[in-house]
């Protein structure tokens, strides 16, 4: 006897165009920047999408102007394919709103009444204004600095320091140490130093990515300093010995503005523990 076929739910049929308009979206962006490994972000953020975000990156007051292509962005998220790439499709929209709010607040041109709102001002920096100091660590003997070069904060993350531009470089192939000027000289350089950055455990720290996906397991010490899973939690990664452990500190405040509306727009929930106003920075 034939089995019995019963006709499709209205949530199949919904199920069916999703994965559909979800693969369709996916192969015109391979298509136009395409080649190469497939990245799970471009289906999330397209072209279109990604410019609305970023309103005013290629303004003339942006002295980054033309520096952040979508096309670079999607060539670097290839290099990491678990990034925007793991768990369900609520996870990776939050590990991209995520990521994409750390690099706006790091390059950010806006102010409080700028148009368009404060947070459609991302990637308007490409390296750090008048640092105070070239960022070299003397006593880290495994990265030296080569003399006259300054590691300053450049890229999407603003990276900064020797011991961050050495293994960086050697994690993509090119000499973080002796040429540091090509984070702010080559846009596909710049994104893949802030994944680098996002997708790299650093000791005691987790990456960025293990906290927003899920995999972070706290240790005794992440549990008496009060350090939760959450996007406030990368905000300790990533720059918390200045900004956590403050209440209503204005800089996380302004991440988590940027996080806000990216979520918003990507139609997700914000998840839990935004701010790091409690939490002991790693030392």
């Known amino acids: 006897m034939a089995p019995f076929h019963s006709r499709p739910s209205a949530r199949d049929l919904r199920f069916v165009l999703a994965v559909a308009v979800f693969m369709t979206t996916a192969a015109i962006a391979e298509a136009r920047y395409g080649g190469g490994q497939f990245s799970p972000v471009a289906a999330i953020v397209s072209e279109e999408l990604y410019s609305s975000l970023f309103l005013h990156k290629d303004d003339a007051a942006c002295p ?3 520096f952040y292509t979508y096309a670079s962005f999607i060539r ?67 990265w030296p600095c080569y003399p006259g070069r300054s590691y300053h904060g450049r890229g999407p993350i603003q990276i900064s320091w020797n011991y961050n531009y050495g293994p960086a470089g050697q994690a993509l192939g090119f000499d973080g140490l002796l040429n540091p000027d090509l984070v702010a000289n080559c846009s596909d350089t710049a994104f893949l130093t802030a994944l680098w950055f996002w997708m790299t455990p650093r000791q005691p720290k987790p990456s960025c990515h293990q906290v927003m996906v899920g995999e972070y397991c706290p240790t005794t010490a992440d549990a008496a300093a009060n350090r939760t899973a959450g996007f406030g939690l990368v905000t300790n ?23 806000r509306r990216y979520c918003q727009v990507l139609g997700i929930d914000v998840g839990p523990n935004l701010d790091c106003a409690h939490q002991m920075p790693y030392s």
């Open 76 to 142: 670097a998220t290839r290099r990491f394919p678990k990034f925007g790439g793991t768990g369900d499709l609520v996870t990776r929209k939050r590990e991209i709103a995520a990521f994409l709010a750390q690099i706006s607040h790091e390059t950010t041109g806006g102010w409080a009444t700028a148009p368009d709102g404060p947070y459609s001002w991302g990637l308007c920096f490409k390296e750090e204004i008048t640092p105070q100091s070239n960022y070299c660590d003397a006593t880290n003997k495994q």
């Open 64 to 66: 980054a102007k033309g």
């Open 237 to 259: 990664i990533v720059n918390g010995g200045l900004e956590c452990n403050i209440a209503n500190d204005a800089r996380v405040n302004d991440r988590i503005g940027y996080y």
